[in-house]
């Protein structure tokens, strides 16, 4: 019970900053997709940078995760393909949409019919994944 009331907070903090920030603003996405204006890089490379920051305390410090682990970032191996194909997508989308995922709910919570729209875009996606996924390679 407790993860879950410390999910929850978090979640409504991570909310109440994208909310604060615009991020989940069309206008403020398109007007990056366009190079218009910093606003949204600026939020995503500090972002980037804040956790990048974080996540060097933690390990410095050899802190353990929620579940006793040590934490640890392993690397990936990286699939071109499936990054360039997916990253297509996914900036299609959302470029398209003017939302990615987590704003996704902003929208669905201050009742703009694009965001339940997403919503439904989203779960059909990911359930078209998970028929299509058996099927693909094995990396």
């Not at 949409?97 to 703009?112: D, F, K, N, Q, T």
């Amino acid at each position: 019970m407790l993860k879950f009331i410390i999910t929850f907070v978090l979640g409504f903090f991570f909310g109440s900053i994208l909310l604060a920030s615009q991020a989940f603003s069309w206008y403020r996405i398109q007007e990056m997709f366009h190079f218009q204006s910093f606003h949204m890089f600026g939020l995503l490379f500090s972002a980037i940078a804040t956790s990048a920051v974080f996540l060097y305390i933690l390990k410095r410090n050899k802190q353990k995760s929620i579940y006793g682990n040590e934490i640890e970032v392993k690397p990936k191996k990286l699939e071109w393909k499936a990054n360039l194909f997916g990253g297509l997508i996914f900036g299609l989308g959302w470029s398209i949409s003017g939302a990615c995922s987590a704003p996704v709910y902003i929208l669905v919570g201050l009742h703009w019919k694009i965001g339940i729209i997403l919503l439904a875009g989203a779960f059909v996606g990911t359930v078209l994944f998970a028929l299509v996924e058996r099927k693909l390679p094995k990396a």
